[in-house]
């Protein structure tokens, strides 16, 4: 079986930041329990596993410690990957749920967007959300009421929490152990913490402990489902947003969302990769 494996990382900034993925081009995809094992062994937040099939590219994503259906950053780097190795240009893609698109472009800085599956959100149960706060060592009087928390999809389930203070946000911690357990509940992918400091420009910190990893520096998934969250609510985003995550790992990323279309479409995730 012929296989190349690269490690990009997504959502750069110029030649530093961004989040490390490997990416495995193979003319067939591997059993499963082989594309867990690899994955392990690249030891990044995710993998992206990705073979042609019927004029598309059938995607499979692996964290170290389990397979997830979407991941952003992962799709951000195989969109590198895939202008490197085949040119410029637009690549649909097979998910184990549904179809999306990444588009790239090697030139000086290698850029890429991808259009993410349907998006929804919807509240959360008052007893997950107090388990949410308690693992955080988070009280409510720390949140923002201007958007309130929320299960957020672009393609799987993340609990979106948005703290009044940038400081509050800086400081998060919490036990991976139980926050893996109570992801896993509660059918969670991730945890993000938010900070609006305007309308357009959101901090996030993202615990992807359901992966076995504690934080992920850029999580396209993520901002997908905040970018579709965001829509829902009304929020005054001017049809874009800007995240930056991984600031306070030293790993600074930027993720930019674009939110036309009705409620419940898609949104457009974009950002640079650089190779490592």
Known sequence: MAMRISRIAAFSLGETGGNPAGVALCDRLPEPEAMQRLAAEIGFSETAFAAPEDGKWRVRYFAPEAEVDFCGHATIALGAALALSEGDGAFALRLNRGEI???????????????????????VPEALLAEALDLFSLVPADLDPRLPPAIANAGVDHLLIALRERERLAAMSYDLGSGRALMDSAGLVTIALLHAETGRLFHARNAFASGGVYEDPATGAAAAALGGYLRDLGWPHGGAIEIRQGEDMGMPSRLLVQLSGEPGGSVRVSGTARLM
């Open 101 to 123: 698109g990444v588009e790239a472009e090697a030139g000086a800085a290698i850029a890429a967007a991808l259009q993410s599956p349907p998006t929804s959100s919807r509240a």
